[in-house]
């Protein structure tokens, strides 16, 4: 199928529009660049989605596996480092010092964080291990507030819960010392999280949960359907995908996503790795991720470790990049499935946090009292039948404290998505004011930028953009 072009042609010049500000110069100019997204986080990022990974601290010292890291990851989960074990090693003693410092690597590169896990029957420390009954309870929500609330602010999303169904055609729990303290242990452990930190997403984590037909797979789905009509807050769930020849991808996992979506969840792939090699791994990598992309709430992928040498089952050559940090066939094949697009996360997830800076930069002051002006340029982005994608990448021309950009939609074009930035709306609704969403200063030539999606009703022209500082 051909994709309309847009009416624009390529390095055209768009004609600058809006109001100006007295003391503020607008510049539009359009000069559209389609690049392909050239890494995972990159390319992921086309849709609105996060491409993860899972970090070991005791690799952070390891240069090929930090730069591999930084280039193609957006998204960080401690692989074993936030367990139980690890953050509590003796009851109500709490260690962070390993998730500290995979957290505090994440954000000092602007990634985000995965929390992984908060109660799970495996790597329990020893001293739970031997708990039961009401006194186990109590420290399992123990546990769950207090690493949350460490953490607060700093979890993109957790798993509150891992692993809590059985293997095999029962379709129900798994035995465990914590399913031996009541049913309703799971919806206790979510509702302590969200008390403890109101602004992560909560998701409940298993695998083999990936073929809709599975036993497994029902059993989680009736307790999340059962989870949303009762209130319990639930926000996620997370599909661990660790596949092998005797567990292969399966052909209708799109099908587990969307259903899974539909109850009113995202969906997450959480621990994603493949055995084998060559075009047969690289394939079924592409059906993952082309599964995630049918789904518009499946908000991002995360494979679990960087080479194949960093695998918990490292014989099994299951990851994206060989032990000596090349690209394997099958991170060609993700890389290009992420690029072909796909449908588009409405709810972007947030933007990067800002790194701490010990010696903030002080607000710019204008040499020479040079009236603050930008410029801002439109470049296309990804393109589907009923929408295409905008970025608007706005440069100080002088030293600014703020700024403000319009786009303006012609009918029946609608925006129905943006990321990077705080919009408003005329009463029309084809005229976005877009502001950034933390401080607007930039020191001459220094730019940033802001997306958009439009739903453009088979009309094609760009939008216009102006940009006006203060
Ligand atoms: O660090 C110690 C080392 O000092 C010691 O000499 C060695 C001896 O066994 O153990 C090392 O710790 C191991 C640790 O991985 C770090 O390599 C643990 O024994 C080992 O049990 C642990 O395995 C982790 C496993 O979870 C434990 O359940 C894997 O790294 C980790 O990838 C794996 O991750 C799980 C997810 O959390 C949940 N889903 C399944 C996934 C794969 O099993």
Redesign the pocket.
Same mark, same amino acid.
């Given at each position: 199928m051909t994709t309309p072009r847009p009416t624009h042609r390529r390095g055209r010049l768009a004609a600058a529009a809006g109001c100006l500000a007295a003391a503020a110069l607008a510049v539009t100019i359009a000069v559209p660049a389609a690049a392909a997204g050239s890494t995972l986080q990159a390319a992921a990022g086309e849709t609105n989605r996060y491409f993860g990974t899972a970090i070991a601290a005791n690799k952070l010292s390891d240069g090929t596996y930090t730069n591999i890291a930084n280039r193609e990851f957006n998204m960080i989960t401690a692989? @074993?480092e936030m367990k139980m074990d690890a953050t509590e090693p003796n009851r109500g003693q709490f260690s962070y010092s390993n998730g500290d410092r995979i957290v505090n690597w994440a954000r000092q590169n602007g990634k985000q964080v995965r929390g &992984?896990?908060l109660a799970w029957h495996?790597?329990q420390p020893g001293w739970m291990q031997n708990l039961s009954g009401t006194d186990l309870r109590n420290a399992m929500l123990n546990h769950v507030t207090q690493v949350a609330s460490y953490y607060k602010g700093k979890i993109y999303a957790w798993d509150v819960v @891992?692993e809590a169904y059985a293997d095999g055609s029962s379709g129900g729990r798994r035995d465990s010392n914590l399913q031996r303290t009541g049913n309703d242990w799971i919806e206790a452990a979510f509702r302590a999280a969200r008390a403890a930190d109101p602004g992560a997403k909560l998701c409940y984590n298993d695998?083999n949960t990936d073929n809709w037909s599975h036993a497994k797979t029902q059993g989680v789905y009736n307790m999340v359907r059962d989870f949303k009509s009762r209130g319990v807050p639930i926000d996620c769930v997370g599909f661990?995908a &660790?596949f092998n020849s005797g567990n292969p991808v399966p052909s209708n996992y799109d099908v587990t996503l969307r259903n899974f979506a539909a109850l009113g969840v995202d969906v997450q792939i959480t621990?994603l790795d493949i055995e084998g090699s060559g075009s047969s791994q690289a394939q079924q990598y592409q059906g993952v991720v082309q599964a995630c992309l049918s789904v518009a709430r499946c908000t991002g992928i995360t494979v *679990?470790g960087v080479r194949d040498s960093d695998s *918990?089952r490292a014989s099994g050559t299951p990851l994206l990049f060989d032990g000596s940090g090349n690209k394997k066939a099958a991170y060609t094949s993700v890389l290009n499935q992420l690029n072909a697009g796909g449908t588009t996360n409405p709810n972007p997830n947030p933007t990067t946090p800002t790194p701490t800076d010990p010696n903030p930069t002080p607000t710019p002051t204008n040499p020479g009292g040079s009236t603050p002006s930008c410029t801002a340029t439109y470049s296309e982005g990804q393109k589907w039948n009923d929408r295409f994608n905008g970025t608007v990448t706005i440069r100080a021309n002088t030293n600014i404290s703020s700024w403000q950009s319009t786009v303006t939609v012609r009918s029946p074009q609608k925006i129905i998505a943006t990321w990077n930035g705080s919009p408003t709306w005329d009463s029309s609704g084809n005229v976005m004011t877009m502001r950034p969403s933390g401080s607007g200063a930039l020191s001459a030539g220094q730019t940033t930028s802001f997306g958009f999606t439009v739903q453009h009703g088979g009309n094609w022209t760009w939008p216009s953009i102006t940009c006006s500082a203060s």
């Open positions: 692989e @074993n &992984h896990a495996s790597q @891992n695998y661990q &660790h621990e *679990w *918990w």
